[in-house]
Nanobody, 126 residues
Framework: QVQLVESGGGVVQAGGSLRLSCAAS????????MGWFRQAPGKVREFVAA????????YYADSVKGRFTISRDNAKNTVYLQMNSLKPEDTAVYYC???????????????????WGQGTQVTVSL
């Protein structure tokens, strides 16, 4: 059974930084693409970033490119999302997700992820 536990959310002023962590068990982060998604109140869940299994190719939504960085620590089986230059529009619940092992399809579509964390709230104030 795959378990994903996010941490690191909180309240930060605009322009500030946060680092989210996603500790995985039941699936090795180096063998499955790991992604971050977010959902703001009244909006659909959207893709934020992903790191592909194996070589670790990175993917970002245009809205976060240049500000957010996804990474993983294979030894700790943990994925991170470093968020810099935060804006009020980044306010959302952030979810960690995992694709099936060695999945070779798209890395940005919600439907391709089969395991999800419980989410962590990020609030960016003016």
């Amino acid at each position: 059974q795959v378990q994903l536990v996010e941490s690191g959310g909180g309240v930060v002023q605009a322009g500030g930084s946060l680092r989210l962590s996603c500790a995985a068990s039941g699936r090795t982060v180096s063998t499955a693409t790991m992604g971050w998604f977010r959902q703001a109140p009244g909006k659909v869940r959207e893709f934020v970033a992903a790191i592909r299994w194996g070589v670790g190719t990175l993917y970002y939504a245009d809205s976060v490119k240049g500000r957010f960085t996804i990474s993983r620590d294979n030894a700790k089986n943990t994925v991170y999302l470093q968020m810099n230059s935060l804006k009020p529009e980044d306010t959302a619940v952030y979810y960690c997700a995992a694709q099936p092992r060695y999945y070779t399809g798209t890395d940005t579509a919600i439907r391709t992820y089969d395991s999800w964390g419980q989410g962590t709230q990020v609030t960016v104030s003016l």
